[in-house]
């Protein structure tokens, strides 16, 4: 059977659409939410935004081209796709161990993912009750505190949205999710509208958006510039199989640089749209733009406490928030899940019921970093903190690097010509950044942050 023929035994997108739906759920989520404006806040602000925005379009783009394509040629699991696409142009089988890296990558991400989306859910409830209304900036903060600092209550949320995730994955991501995605997502997109709305009447809403636009340069270290590039990999949802496995399910006739496109525009105005509604609140209120991981969950509120209608838009907004969590996280683990079915016989539902308990257990390690074992550091890091590090600056990065090298250098000309199937000055563009001006990127960032250069 010619490669374009294949077919994944987990099924099909309905639609070109389908596919872009899944994908921009996979991607948007709680990086574009959570996690990237307190990295922003962390960094400095406009320098670290400008970088993150350049390695979207120089590295972030070309390498989820890249992915999907890989994806969609094996049709498979990331493992076995590596493994079968490197024996069809007689490569090393080695090449699976991206597949791996990946897999691991997913299950790491996806421990302490569920964590902080468990604080969304506990949101949901604290927002829908009123607790937040008329409150002050010290009781906000309080009680986010008072949440992170009890064990108990992290465990209960985690352990809700690990077993919410798993029964969207086991019945395959198909069915359901794509519904989901196409209304929720524009639902969240105009929550966010609202919220820069808001945003706009706090009095500091230019400083918000000097902080986020204005580089100032000399904040900017070499860490933050390693940041801001795996920032990249983790909001777009790349480098660990998460969209190869998705570009599995999508249909032969749609095209992959364009629905690239459409998938990192959203995934970015998401991001930038957080920021512009979060730090004028910052601003407005003397809070500390470094607040660190609680970013949102100590200004937000503020906003939904003092708005008409907040505990309204705050119960809302946290249910979307949950949603985006929710369309993010079953695409972290669909990669170990697909092999589990496919090389081990499991059904697809044990394969879940097992990978998501071995998640779920890890998880225990972030919820106590916030409490129990927050002295517990290493190199100043806590549990946590070195989770979200090693996978989001290092693994999701180093994987990037491997498929962009893959898909310019293994895989013939003719096949990835044959997949993308898009105009030759497009393509050659495109081939001349994956096979020079991504890896080099990502090389030098990484020598940058290390200390061997600049
Ligand atoms: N892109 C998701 C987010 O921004 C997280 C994610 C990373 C999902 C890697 C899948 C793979 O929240």
Redesign the pocket.
């Known amino acids: 059977m010619a490669a374009n023929e294949r077919q994944s035994i987990h099924g099909q997108w309905s639609s070109r659409w389908a596919f872009v739906l899944a994908a921009t759920g996979?991607?948007?989520?709680?990086?574009?939410i959570w996690k990237f404006p307190y990295i922003t806040g962390e960094n400095g602000g406009g320098a670290f935004v400008l970088v993150y925005l350049v390695c979207i379009a120089v590295v972030g783009i070309p390498i989820m081209i890249a992915e999907v394509m890989i994806g969609r040629r094996g049709r498979q699991s990331p493992i076995n796709t590596m493994r079968l696409l490197a024996r069809e142009e007689g490569r090393h089988p080695a090449w699976q161990y991206l597949g791996w890296a990946g897999v691991l990558a997913?299950f790491l991400?996806l421990s302490y993912?569920s964590v902080i989306a468990g604080w969304a859910l506990a949101y949901v409830f604290r927002a829908g009750s009123g607790m937040f209304t008329g409150a002050s900036a010290d009781e906000i903060g309080g009680l986010f505190e008072e949440l992170v600092s009890s064990p108990e209550r992290l465990l209960a949320w985690h352990t809700i949205f690990m077993v919410m995730t798993m029964i969207v994955v086991s019945r395959g991501v198909r069915s359901g999710l794509e519904s989901a995605v196409r209304l929720l997502m524009p639902s969240l997109f105009v929550l966010l509208v609202v919220l820069v709305g808001y945003a706009m009447n706090t009095g500091a809403f230019l400083d918000g958006i000097r902080f986020l636009f204005e580089p100032d340069f000399s904040k900017l270290s070499g860490e933050s510039v390693l940041i801001a590039m795996g920032h990249a990999f983790?909001?777009?949802?790349l480098g660990?199989g998460?969209i190869m496995i998705y570009g599995s399910y999508m249909p032969q006739y749609a095209s992959i640089a364009k629905t690239s496109f459409m998938i990192a525009g959203a995934d970015t105005v998401v991001a930038l749209l957080a920021g512009m509604a979060i730090f004028p609140i910052v601003f407005a209120n003397g809070l500390e733009p470094g607040a660190g991981p609680g970013l949102i969950f100590q200004t937000l509120p503020l906003a939904f406490g003092h708005m008409p209608a907040g505990a309204l838009f705050g119960l809302l907004f946290f249910v979307l928030l949950t949603f985006a969590a929710w369309s993010?996280a079953i695409?972290?683990i669909e990669p170990a899940v697909t092999w589990l079915v496919e090389n081990r016989g499991f059904s697809r539902v044990s394969a879940c019921m097992w990978s998501g308990l071995a998640t779920w257990l890890l998880g225990l390690g972030t919820i106590f970093s916030f409490n129990v074992w927050s002295d517990w550091t290493l190199f100043g890091k806590t549990f946590f903190d070195l989770l979200d590090f090693l996978t989001a600056n290092i693994m999701l990065p180093l994987g990037g690097l491997f498929i962009a090298i893959f898909a310019g250098w293994i895989l013939s000309r003719k096949a990835s010509q044959e997949e993308l199937a898009m105009a030759r000055v497009w393509y050659d563009v495109w081939r001349f950044l994956v096979r020079y001006i991504t890896p080099v990127a990502v090389v030098v960032v990484f020598l940058n942050a290390i200390g061997v250069i600049g």
């Open positions: 996979s991607a948007v989520g709680l990086g574009n997913g991400i993912y983790f909001t777009l949802s660990m998460a993010s695409s972290l």
